[in-house]
């Protein structure tokens, strides 16, 4: 076989030709994020972006279609560009997934160039917007005419394309904001990560309750000067019980008793107490070399001081249990007198008015004492556009995993 | 609990040990065949049990820790060989397989997991097992496909014909991408319901996209017909993206506000 090497723009255009296209479109980007002294793209918000991304997508159409004999628009709409791309986002994205991402680093370089905004800054924006292209163009030859043969293809680029360009666009117009809301009280103003101005919402929500469930409290033995945990040799978490036996070296703590809800009363003696007030106290019993003793510990509150025994040198101590479950009994209403009563927990989010309701947290230094909730609102108008695209996606790949299958007994053979 | 783990890593470590050698050493003698993948298959069942016991014991699905992640990897990754063996007649690959399985169980006795019962409330979602379980198996599937990769290209190297083992190579990756695809929708619609927001470019995110273009890459350029014998190199290496993804993220300075670090361990 003779190897004939091709030469720069020699038709048709491959590799070479797009690896150039590519790198201009990364450079080119991030000169004009220099130039903008490190500002990301405009953001655009409904319509313009819906009537922005309309008019690309039918451009991108338009051309492939009127143009799918011309040499260029071929090797716009081909592999060799398309995995070009592919390898520039995948660089981009290796950036923003080393280099930490945030808006609160200014003045250097890095963050001139972009490199602590990565995903929305001008190179990946060109970057995203060829691929957006040479992807639609190849869609768009699969489209018409129309073949059943294609159906896999279709589904799989235009789900990605629907996805990635209404995800993308619509960056802009998604709505996040954090609405505190006290026990007892409503609260018809959310507050954004990025800037402290409280935003007035279309509705209000009243907190009725808020609960919070929290796993059994752990014991611990501490080294107060290194104010680390030591780990006991069966390298668990000592989740508290009657009877629990826990050993560390020099140092075994056997749980005699436990109070869940307690208080002590003037003379010291621990009486049980209700859920709402009392704390739990637990009895140990510590054998160190120098002997043995028996002791009341507790993990106080917000209202109750904490108390340890010493175990020598270190200290055995108990506090609370992790969060299990936290949520908040809720009453929201808009302007227009609408009202709906719900639960919010995490995972088990609620829908309102086009919003979508999310127990976010609470007041952490308070734990189960908390009498606030935060609830985060959240509005995506592009939401069923991307969805759509995910579960084209999903059907696509269903059947390429089918056909997959399938060419399997094709090489068994 | 520890304990119970050393047994159980040690038997499996064990049985995959002796099947192996009775495979080897037989290799012309059809009447250990049996017996030694019987041994194999012996191993990932005692793991598959020490799972289900370990699930018990939890009360939550042994999926939140990246050393619970590694167990199922051992249970499930010598299957992939002995599927490989039946399918295409190719008796290497469950030896690799079983060793990376072994590799794992190594790593976890080496650093045990805290016993640690709790679950996040954001972790406690019916996307749960679904999001990981995918995920798993298509690392498993990728690991595969990479160990074949790499065995493809030693042949090149020797210049043996090996038609056949480019395919495996293939066809792993193929049927791993498709489950990366579902693992990260899953994860996309899961994060929907719990943090409020499909994508945050959160830096496991970023990563698992990252996988994700490496074999949309691969796919690409198998399809354009680039040299299979080129792309087994491309296929070995795009196991290490996924590696980082999986266990790497915890230690770049992008993973400090990760939400996705759920061991303190």
Not at chain 1, 156 to 170: E, N, R, V
Not at chain 2, 63 to 76: I, N
Request: with cysteine; charged share 15%; aromatic share 14%.
């Amino acid at each position: 076989m003779v190897v004939v090497r091709r030469r720069w723009f020699q038709n048709p255009w491959e590799f070479k030709e797009s690896a150039l296209c590519t790198a201009l479109a990364v450079l080119v980007g991030f000169i004009m994020q220099y130039a903008a002294s490190g500002h990301g793209i405009p953001k655009l918000y409904l319509p313009v972006n819906a009537i922005a991304l309309a008019t690309f997508a039918l451009l991108v159409l338009g051309v492939g279609l009127g143009f799918r004999n011309n040499a260029t628009v071929k090797w716009f709409g081909g592999i060799p560009l398309g995995l070009c791309l592919i390898v520039a986002i995948a660089v981009l994205s290796l950036i923003g997934g080393v280099i930490p991402q945030s808006d609160t680093f200014t003045g250097s370089l890095v963050a001139q160039l972009g490199l602590h905004q990565i995903f929305s800054s001008w190179p990946f924006a060109l970057t995203v917007l060829l691929f957006l292209a040479n992807l639609g163009l190849s869609l768009s030859w699969r489209l018409v005419p129309f073949s059943m043969k294609n159906i896999q293809f279709i589904l799989f680029h235009a789900g990605f394309w629907i996805a990635l360009s209404c995800g993308i666009f619509g960056a802009p117009d998604l709505q996040r904001l954090v609405v505190p809301v006290e026990e007892g009280k409503a609260n018809d103003v959310g507050y954004t990560m990025e800037s402290e101005m409280p935003q007035k919402l279309p509705f209000s929500i009243f907190l009725k309750d808020f609960t919070l469930e929290e796993y059994p409290i752990q014991l611990f033995l501490y080294d107060p000067r290194t104010g680390r945990p030591l780990q006991d040799r069966s390298k668990a978490s000592l989740l508290v019980r009657q009877g629990l036996k826990a050993s560390w070296n020099g140092v075994d703590v056997q749980v005699l008793e436990v109070l869940p809800f307690a208080l002590p009363d003037s003379n010291g003696a621990l009486h049980p107490a209700d859920k709402a007030t009392g704390i739990p106290f637990v009895k140990v019993k510590i054998t160190t070399p120098e002997g043995s003793k028996e002791e009341w510990i507790t993990t106080g509150s917000p209202f109750f001081e904490t108390k340890d025994a010493q175990a020598g040198e270190l200290l055995v101590a108990v506090r609370p249990g992790t969060p299990k479950a936290f949520r908040s009994v809720v009453s929201v209403q808009n302007e227009k007198g609408a009202q709906l009563d719900a639960t919010l927990e995490v995972n088990h989010p609620i829908d309102f008015m086009g919003w979508k309701f999310y127990q976010m947290g609470y007041d952490e230094k308070l734990g189960r004492w908390s009498q606030l909730s935060l609830i985060e609102v959240i509005r995506d108008p592009w939401l069923p556009a991307v969805y759509l695209g995910f579960f084209m996606i999903m059907a696509g790949n269903l059947l390429f995993f089918w056909n997959g299958i399938k060419q399997k007994d094709e090489v068994a053979s | 609990m520890i304990f119970d783990f050393q047994t159980a890593a040690l038997t499996a470590i064990g049985f995959w040990a002796a099947g192996s050698l009775l495979g080897i050493v037989g290799s012309r003698k059809p009447a250990l065949k049996l017996p030694a993948l019987a041994l194999s298959a012996a191993g990932s069942l005692v793991m598959a049990g020490f799972i289900a016991i370990y699930w018990a014991l939890l009360d939550r699905p042994p999926l939140r820790t990246l050393g619970e992640t590694r167990l199922w990897y051992a249970a499930l990754i010598p299957l992939v060989g002995f599927l490989v063996e039946y399918r295409w007649k190719i008796a290497w690959l469950k030896y690799y397989c079983m060793g990376l399985a072994a590799f794992f169980l190594i790593i976890n006795l080496l650093h045990p997991d805290v016993f640690d019962k709790t679950l996040m409330p954001a972790l406690q979602s019916p996307w749960f097992v679904p999001h990981v379980v995918v995920y798993l198996v298509g690392y498993v599937m990728l690991a595969a496909s990479s160990v074949t990769a790499l065995h493809n290209v030693s042949l090149q190297l020797r210049s043996k014909e090996n038609a056949n083992g480019e395919s495996v190579s293939h066809y792993l990756a193929l049927l791993g991408f498709v489950l990366l695809s579902f693992g990260l929708i899953f994860g996309a619609l899961w994060a929907k319901e719990a943090w409020g927001h499909y994508w945050t470019w959160d830096p496991k995110e970023t990563w698992a996209f990252l996988s994700w273009l490496a074999y949309l890459g691969y796919l690409h350029a198998y399809r354009y017909k680039i040299e299979r014998s080129k792309l087994q190199w491309y296929l070995a290496l795009s196991f290490v993206v996924l590696l980082i993804c999986w266990f790497g993220v915890n230690y770049l300075p992008s993973a400090q506000n990760s939400v996705h670090t759920y061991s303190q361990s």
